[in-house]
């Protein structure tokens, strides 16, 4: 025990080195966020880098006879670390003075004021402009373009790129909030027909009280879509290929059209092809033949953009994966509490309603939010429809300035921001519910 108490001792302990003792309150810090944190840094630091354009006006200090000529010079200098870009340089011409000529020509003069445009300045970098001006007095050229200075607005290239990006970065939040929204929609409802009494089989087809009532659909459902064809000129007409289409439909409908089939078909469908081709067929496909189409049943041109096709694509490619994981939510829940609210005289909907899906989404919540993050990321697929999300935006931003290490850094930057933060959402949401459940 005396062995045991001394090996405990704090004045035994082995001393901590000095780094150990500088960083040990990290300990209690999670490691994403201390990645979080140095990624801001990094980040912070690339964008607030300033560039610092300084402008001088060079006059000779010569006499200048009545309506005779000078040239002074217009330096801008970059002393800044960063590159200046959309630098524009501006000077004004004192009474008494006129333009003869300059080296680049100003991209604008409006009476005597002069602008020059120039695409960008790199750090260390000098511009100079050459202006010849012609003075109506005799006197100093120093003294007579004393009464003004030249002033220059400019930006740095990754403020640049974030003022062009802010577009994208909203466009890419109410895609991934839409799309959300209608995948979960779509997803509770294939959930809870995935979870739903199967069918009857294929032997059922055969026995003769379906048939019976198969034939009776036939008739009837044949009798009002011919009639409906006359009253809707838009509708096909009764071809032999549709006929038979819809007869089978009509005769296997109790098969065919149970909610078992139609969300087995779907899930199995839309998680078998890729998200990419999803939205180019929305959007190539689907798009123009919803236009045409509601275009002419209504007699007025239908807008069906490509934002809403993007929207309708991913919505319908993550509600897929979104049923899957309420089916499985649902049937994490023990049987006994489906047989308990029936015994109590709840019918199947109430006891789904009030007793399952309570419990089941606090189950699913947590990975419908990772869902979440998932298709924050997969809403890039949505720039090939031409929707002004963040990947198009910085595929523009590099097209017009050949930037393309610039470009492409500040979208993953970007991506990479929405993403923790949803990550983290999605994190404390997991913790506060493990809490509860505790």
Same mark, same amino acid.
């Given at each position: 025990?005396?062995?045991?108490?001394?090996?405990?001792?704090?004045?035994?302990?082995?001393?901590?080195?000095?780094?150990?003792?500088?960083?040990? /309150?990290?300990?209690?810090?999670? /490691?994403?966020?201390?990645?979080?944190?140095?990624?801001?840094?990094?980040?912070?630091?690339?964008?607030?880098?300033?560039?610092?354009?300084?402008?001088?006006?060079?006059?000779?200090?010569?006499?200048?006879?009545?309506?005779?000529?000078?040239?002074?010079?217009?330096?801008?200098?970059?002393?800044?670390?960063?590159?200046?870009?959309?630098?524009?340089?501006?000077?004004?011409?004192?009474?008494?003075?006129?333009?003869?000529?300059?080296? @680049?020509?100003?991209?604008?003069?409006?009476?005597?004021?002069?602008?020059?445009?120039?695409?960008?300045?790199?750090?260390?970098?000098?511009?100079?402009?050459?202006?010849?001006?012609?003075?109506?007095?005799?006197?100093?050229?120093?003294?007579?373009?004393?009464?003004?200075?030249?002033?220059?607005?400019?930006?740095?290239?990754?403020?640049?790129?974030?003022?062009?990006?802010?577009?994208?970065?909203?466009?890419?939040?109410?895609?991934?909030?839409?799309?959300?929204?209608?995948?979960?929609?779509?997803?509770?409802?294939?959930?809870?027909?995935?979870?739903?009494?199967?069918? @009857?089989?294929?032997?059922?087809?055969?026995?003769?009280?379906?048939?019976?009532?198969?034939?009776?659909?036939?008739?009837?459902?044949?009798?009002?879509?011919?009639?409906?064809?006359?009253?809707?000129?838009?509708?096909?007409?009764?071809? @032999?290929?549709?006929?038979?289409?819809?007869?089978?439909?009509?005769?296997?409908?109790?098969?065919?059209?149970?909610?078992?089939?139609?969300?087995?078909?779907?899930?199995?469908?839309?998680?078998?092809?890729?998200?990419?081709?999803?939205?180019?067929?929305?959007?190539?496909?689907?798009?123009?033949?919803?236009?045409?189409?509601?275009?002419?049943?209504?007699?007025? @041109?239908?807008?069906?953009?490509?934002?809403?096709?993007?929207?309708?694509?991913?919505?319908?490619?993550?509600?897929?994966?979104?049923?899957?994981?309420?089916?499985?939510?649902?049937?994490?829940?023990?049987?006994?509490?489906?047989?308990?609210?029936?015994?109590?005289?709840?019918?199947?909907?109430?006891?789904?309603?009030?007793?399952?899906?309570?419990?089941?989404?606090?189950?699913?919540?947590?990975?419908?939010?990772?869902?979440?993050?998932?298709?924050?990321?997969?809403?890039?697929?949505?720039?090939?429809?031409?929707?002004?999300?963040?990947?198009?935006?910085?595929?523009?931003?590099?097209?017009?300035?050949?930037?393309?290490?610039?470009? /492409?850094?500040?979208?993953?930057?970007?991506?990479?921001?929405?993403?923790?933060?949803?990550?983290?959402?999605?994190?404390?949401?997991?913790?506060?519910?493990?809490?509860?459940?505790?």
């Amino acid at each position: 025990m005396a062995t045991e108490s001394l090996r405990k001792s704090p004045a035994l302990e082995r001393p901590r080195s000095a780094a150990t003792a500088l960083f040990a /309150w990290t300990d209690g810090i999670p /490691w994403w966020v201390l990645v979080l944190v140095a990624c801001g840094i990094v980040v912070a630091l690339f964008i607030l880098s300033p560039a610092r354009v300084q402008v001088i006006r060079e006059v000779p200090a010569a006499t200048v006879r009545a309506r005779g000529t000078f040239t002074y010079q217009i330096s801008a200098r970059n002393a800044g670390p960063a590159e200046a870009v959309r630098l524009v340089v501006e000077d004004e011409l004192p009474s008494g003075l006129e333009l003869v000529s300059a080296d @680049p020509t100003p991209e604008e003069q409006v009476g005597s004021r002069l602008v020059w445009e120039l695409s960008s300045l790199g750090a260390g970098k000098t511009a100079t402009i050459e202006v010849r001006v012609s003075s109506r007095a005799s006197g100093n050229a120093a003294e007579l373009m004393a009464g003004t200075a030249p002033t220059t607005t400019f930006t740095t290239v990754s403020l640049d790129i974030l003022q062009f990006l802010a577009i994208g970065a909203r466009v890419t939040i109410l895609v991934t909030l839409y799309s959300f929204i209608l995948a979960v929609l779509l997803g509770l409802l294939a959930g809870l027909g995935r979870v739903s009494k199967q069918p @009857p089989g294929v032997s059922a087809v055969f026995q003769p009280q379906f048939a019976v009532r198969g034939l009776l659909r036939v008739v009837v459902g044949l009798a009002v879509y011919w009639i409906a064809t006359g009253l809707v000129p838009v509708l096909p007409g009764m071809s @032999p290929t549709l006929t038979i289409v819809l007869a089978l439909v009509l005769y296997l409908a109790p098969t065919v059209l149970h909610p078992y089939t139609i969300s087995t078909v779907y899930v199995e469908v839309f998680r078998g092809v890729p998200m990419l081709v999803q939205v180019l067929y929305l959007g190539f496909v689907i798009r123009p033949f919803i236009k045409g189409f509601l275009s002419d049943a209504l007699g007025t @041109p239908v807008d069906f953009s490509e934002f809403n096709a993007a929207v309708l694509g991913l919505g319908l490619g993550y509600g897929a994966y979104i049923a899957e994981v309420f089916r499985a939510g649902i049937q994490s829940i023990h049987r006994g509490q489906m047989e308990a609210a029936r015994s109590l005289g709840m019918n199947y909907a109430q006891s789904m309603r009030y007793v399952v899906l309570p419990q089941a989404l606090r189950r699913v919540l947590p990975p419908l939010a990772n869902d979440g993050v998932a298709l924050l990321k997969d809403s890039s697929f949505v720039s090939v429809l031409s929707v002004a999300d963040l990947t198009r935006q910085g595929r523009l931003y590099m097209s017009r300035t050949y930037r393309a290490f610039e470009s /492409w850094n500040m979208v993953a930057v970007s991506y990479l921001v929405l993403t923790f933060l949803l990550s983290g959402l999605a994190r404390a949401l997991e913790r506060r519910l493990s809490r509860d459940e505790r």
